[in-house]
């Protein structure tokens, strides 16, 4: 079936190195993802989102790359800091059908000093 | 300040009865959305809803009821049918619109059952 999955289910990276994310996705009618961080205990906030006409896109220290041709999506953390630390999760919509977001597992991102 | 909410934060039960969980906001949102997510696991949609008095099953429906009388309120009713009912739940809120348009979905706090 289709789903939307993440690579690895967990990720150290050291404070202030970059951390990169992954996230494959099997539908290649999806248009428009999304990726949310998640804290302990709360809901999800939206960091970033993506159209499917586009490559790449910036926000405050983060970056999210969508490549079509092998159905991947990346966020790339810069400079990363303790208040990172969340589960980060990729969601598609898929414009077929009804319009519902597909979560994938989630990444935890842990920060070592 | 406009957002979603969720009350209770923290909400136990007894095997058998059922709860209602409530989801209000006040973003002038179409849709809302409830999700169910067990420690470790993704999110995934119980029941949404596109407009006032119209609902659709999500992936997990079975075992859930819901309503949607009022543009921002969309409570869940866990059922004594719900199997595992034990999880944390989310509601969340978008514009409603042709995709990819407008549809970052706003989260509540969620809301945490416990069946004793």
């Known amino acids: 079936g289709e789903s939307v999955g993440l690579h690895l289910p967990t990720l150290s990276v050291q404070e202030g190195d970059n951390s990169i994310i992954n996230c494959a996705y099997s539908?290649?009618?999806?248009?428009?993802f999304i990726w949310y961080k998640q804290e302990s205990g709360k809901g999800p906030q939206f960091i970033i989102d993506?159209?499917?006409?586009?490559d790449k896109r910036q926000g405050q220290r983060v970056t999210v790359l969508l490549n079509k041709t092998v159905k991947h999506l990346s966020l790339q953390i810069a400079a990363t800091q303790p208040g990172d630390s969340a589960v980060y999760f990729c969601?598609?919509?898929?414009?077929?059908?009804?319009?519902?977001?597909?979560f994938g597992q989630g990444t935890r991102l842990t920060i070592n000093p | 300040d406009g957002g979603i909410t969720q009350s209770p934060k923290y909400l136990f039960r007894k095997e058998g009865q059922n709860v209602t969980l409530s989801c209000e906001q006040n973003?002038?949102?179409?849709?809302m959305y409830w999700y169910r997510q067990d420690p470790g696991q993704g999110l995934r949609l119980i029941y949404y809803?596109?407009?006032?008095?119209?609902?659709q099953k999500g992936d997990i429906a079975e075992g859930y009821s819901v309503s949607r009388e009022k543009k921002e309120s969309f409570p869940l009713t866990v059922t004594s049918a719900q199997k595992n009912p034990t999880a944390f739940y989310l509601c969340?809120?978008?514009?409603?619109?042709?995709?990819?348009?407008?549809?970052?979905?706003?989260f509540g706090p969620g809301t945490r059952l416990t069946v004793l």
């Open positions: 969601a598609e919509i898929r414009s077929q059908g009804a319009q519902k977001l597909v």
């Open positions: 809803s596109q407009i006032v008095n119209d609902f």
């Open positions: 539908n290649s009618a999806s248009d428009y």
């Open positions: 973003l002038n949102h179409d849709a």
């Open positions: 969340a809120s978008s514009m409603a619109g042709p995709v990819p348009f407008n549809n970052e979905q706003f």
């Open positions: 993506i159209r499917s006409n586009m």
